[in-house]
T-cell receptor, first 113, second 116 residues
Framework: AQSVTQLGSHVSVSEGALVLLRCNYSSSVPPYLFWYVQYPNQGLQLLLKYTSAATLVKGINGFEAEFKKSETSFHLTKPSAHMSDAAEYFCAVNTGTASKLTFGTGTRLQVTL | EAGVAQSPRYKIIEKRQSVAFWCNPISGHATLYWYQQILGQGPKLLIQFQNNGVVDDSQLPKDRFSAERLKGVDSTLKIQPAKLEDSAVYLC??????????????FGPGTRLLVL
């Protein structure tokens, strides 16, 4: 069985501060991991994904994530937050052959002035 | 290229009524997914199609939910009769291929359903 746990349902940072959103996965086989962003009243948009090619993955809008097998983590970071980054972020895992994604419960990022 | 299209965007119904949602995936995408996203939760897969065949419907409440993907393109998700707990956002997604765990799924804007 595969699952992800996102620590912190709400994270608040100041504009210009570091963004760190946490994701831990559980999987008995090597996982593929994804981060999606959801803006209000919109669908999910892929930020980045880990497919075993490189442990440090760079995505859109300045986000990146590092796969750490020893810690079963795939945390999302951005060096400097912008107001436009305010949204809900979902971590997801896929270990099967049927392209089935299992999502975490999401982390809502608030960016303050 | 055009994204995943969904309609309607919003729907309000009373319990025990029926409702249908429509999805048009990205052109050429073989796999189509329907997710249910309840407020405060991550999306949960309801059903997955490869072309016009069902791959996984293990999480679909089949006593009230049904879905079809005729001709392997558009898809319709129906709820009949609706319950209060069906209030959620219904997301449609598509991906180019089938069977690849690293495949990216592209999501539509969703249909927000409120059951009163």
């Amino acid at each position: 069985a595969q699952s992800v746990t996102q620590l912190g349902s709400h994270v608040s940072v100041s504009e210009g501060a570091l963004v760190l959103l946490r994701c831990n996965y559980s999987s008995s086989v090597p996982p593929y991991l994804f981060w999606y962003v959801q803006y209000p009243n919109q669908g999910l948009q892929l930020l980045l994904k880990y497919t075993s090619a490189a442990t440090l993955v760079k995505g859109i809008n300045g986000f990146e994530a590092e796969f750490k097998k020893s810690e079963t983590s795939f945390h999302l970071t951005k060096p400097s937050a912008h107001m436009s980054d305010a949204a809900e972020y979902f971590c997801a895992v896929n270990t099967g052959t049927a392209s089935k994604l299992t999502f975490g419960t999401g982390t809502r990022l608030q960016v303050t002035l | 290229e055009a994204g995943v299209a969904q309609s309607p965007r919003y729907k309000i119904i009373e319990k025990r009524q029926s409702v249908a949602f429509w999805c048009n995936p990205i052109s050429g995408h073989a796999t189509l997914y329907w997710y249910q996203q309840i407020l405060g939760q991550g999306p949960k897969l309801l059903i997955q199609f490869q072309n016009n065949g069902v791959v996984d419907d293990s999480q679909l409440p089949k006593d009230r939910f049904s879905a079809e993907r005729l001709k392997g393109v558009d898809s319709t998700l129906k709820i009949q009769p609706a319950k209060l707990e069906d209030s959620a956002v219904y997301l449609c997604a598509s991906s180019l291929a089938f069977g690849y765990s690293q495949e990216t799924q592209y999501f539509g804007p969703g249909t927000r359903l409120l059951v009163l």
